[in-house]
């Protein structure tokens, strides 16, 4: 199986800037998510971008996906406090029949 | 409310034990998961189900088991076999059979050996 792996693995920023973290994993994919994690608690859908789109939108959020790369990243734009948490990818294999988690960034946004 | 509830939220194992984490969905899913977090690592998939009275194992099954009898509750027994439990443990459900789709996930118990 494979896992993806995000970069960077913490980053911290001031309130009202962007946020860009990225995402790589191994083998050929179906589609990629992303979700958001508050310390001690579940994870929460942000977005899914499929193999056969290059970018996807959702608020503050943008996803691009380059899958001759194998590379995603993640854009919050006009970052808030409450932005802060750890964000995973989450890759669906071609064939496999689950999800595989990144190891994740964690992500501080100082007011 | 729609959702899915873990219980308890922190659970604590002695040596020997056998624990039962629960895990109740009303969205009516398919499909459910326990997943494994440890500190600095991503999630790692124990066991999966697709439907009731049937699941499969995931990448670390061993020292763990799970039965799925309706299609509300997918429990995950921690077992003495099981010799390092302590981890976040997460449940998750989707609307589909066919995974790769959006997760929903409960809130999560903190297991602990004393």
């Known amino acids: 199986s494979q896992q993806g792996e995000e970069d960077p693995q913490a980053l911290s920023i001031q309130e009202g800037e962007n946020a860009t973290m990225n995402c790589s994993y191994k083998?050929?994919?179906?589609?990629l998510q992303w979700y958001r994690q508050n310390s001690g608690r579940g994870l929460v859908h942000l977005i899914l971008?499929?193999?056969?789109?290059r970018e996807k939108h959702s608020g503050r959020l943008r996803v691009t996906l380059d899958t001759s790369k194998k590379s995603s990243s993640l854009l919050i734009t006009a970052s808030r406090a409450a932005d802060t948490a750890s964000y995973f990818c989450?890759?669906?294999?071609?064939?496999?029949?689950?999800?595989?988690f990144g190891t994740g960034t964690r992500l501080t946004v100082i007011p | 409310d729609g959702g899915i509830t873990q219980s308890p939220k922190y659970l604590f194992r002695k040596e020997g034990q056998n624990v039962t984490l629960s895990c109740e969905q009303n969205?009516?899913?398919?499909?459910m998961y326990w997943y494994r977090q440890d500190p600095g690592q991503g999630l790692r998939l124990i066991y999966y189900?697709?439907?009731?009275?049937?699941?499969q194992k995931g990448d670390i099954a061993e020292g763990y088991s799970v039965s799925r009898e309706k299609k509300e509750s997918f429990p995950l027994t921690v077992t003495s076999a099981q010799k390092n439990p302590t981890a976040f443990y997460l449940c998750?459900?989707?609307?589909?059979?066919?995974?790769?789709?959006?997760?929903?996930f409960g809130s999560g118990t903190q297991l602990s050996v004393l």
């Open positions: 971008i499929r193999s056969n789109e």
């Open positions: 083998t050929s994919i179906n589609n």
């Open positions: 989450a890759t669906e294999e071609s064939g496999a029949n689950n999800l595989f």
């Open positions: 189900s697709q439907i009731v009275n049937d699941f």
């Open positions: 998750a459900s989707t609307t589909t059979e066919r995974t790769g789709e959006k997760l929903f």
């Open positions: 969205l009516n899913h398919d499909a």
